[in-house]
């Protein structure tokens, strides 16, 4: 069973800039769809950012603009480049993989998640 495990998350000002990591303990080909979730205290979970294994990617127009997802498929990681942060992205940020279509994906596996906080 392929497992998801994600690293990056920490403490930042807001305007900073953190990069999380997911990294497919299985080949990640064998996910269509690749994802980012996030959920803040009393909040839903939130589908932040997705990218296919080959071309399109898909983001929350919360994110537009600030946020790049990528996946190195030689090393079956997908990434999420968050820049210009405000302490309303402040969450638990998963990473998920399944099938489905781009802006919204069917999680068939979820990471442990990763805690990011901005300070303002």
């Known amino acids: 069973q392929v497992q998801l495990v994600e690293s990056g998350g920490g403490l930042v000002q807001t305007g900073g800039s953190l990069r999380l990591s997911c990294t497919a303990s299985?080949?990640?080909?064998?996910?269509?769809?690749m994802a980012w979730y996030r959920q803040a205290p009393g909040k839903e979970r939130e589908l932040v950012a997705a990218s296919r294994t080959w071309g399109s990617r898909y983001y929350a127009d919360s994110v537009k603009g600030r946020f790049t997802t990528f996946r190195d498929n030689a090393k079956n990681t997908l990434y999420l480049q968050m820049n210009s942060l405000r302490p309303e992205d402040t969450a638990m940020y998963y990473c998920a993989a399944g099938p489905g279509p781009i802006n919204a994906p069917i999680p068939q596996t979820w990471g442990q998640g990763t805690q990011v906080n901005v300070t303002s």
């Open positions: 299985g080949s990640s080909d064998s996910f269509d769809v």
